[in-house]
């Protein structure tokens, strides 16, 4: 947990928080949030626009997380396509770490928020605003209803 300060007024620094929210790739554990095939032809990554093949030197970590490649022209490539994850099901170490090599984001980095200091008072004031705080686990029933991300969460401090 960071601990954060800042002199704006406290419902500003709330509804910033609100409205934060970063891509981020998913961990063994997390949930999919949709299902991922690799289609047959060059595995590629997504990190740059437009997507690039592997280069040959990564083909070897590709089959030790499970893809069955093989190699055409030097691009590491699939006869067949692959289900990498199914949407609702938790990931694996190698389905994550394949999913991040190729660049597919799967989840949401977010900063739940407990409480802010009054600097003038000495005052700690518990948030009560469920769409900020921490572990209320309102915050994932939302995201089932509208079929959003995953979300990660931490927390932070605010003195007025």
């Not at 299902?35 to 690039?52: A, C, K, L, R, Y």
């Not at 705080?133 to 007025?160: I, N, P, R």
Request: hydrophobic share 30%; net charge negative.
């Amino acid at each position: 947990m960071g601990l954060f300060f800042t002199d704006s007024e406290p419902q500003e620094v709330i509804e910033w928080f609100k409205d934060f929210r970063q891509p981020d790739y998913a961990r063994a554990g997390n949930l999919a949030s949709r299902t991922v095939i690799v289609p047959v032809g060059p595995i590629m990554q997504h990190h740059s626009d437009p997507p690039e093949p592997f280069p040959h030197n990564e083909e070897p970590q590709l089959r030790k997380l499970g893809l069955t490649t093989t190699m055409k022209r030097g691009v590491p490539t699939l006869e067949n396509p692959h289900k990498l994850c199914d949407k609702g099901k938790p990931l694996t170490a190698e389905q994550a770490q394949l999913l991040k090599l190729m660049g597919e984001k799967m989840v949401e980095f977010r900063v739940g928020l407990k409480a802010w200091w009054n600097s003038e008072s000495g005052e700690v004031m518990q948030v009560d605003d469920p769409e900020v705080m921490v572990g209320t686990g309102t915050d994932q029933a939302a995201e089932d209803d509208e079929e959003e991300e995953d979300g990660d969460e931490g927390g932070a401090e605010m003195s007025e």
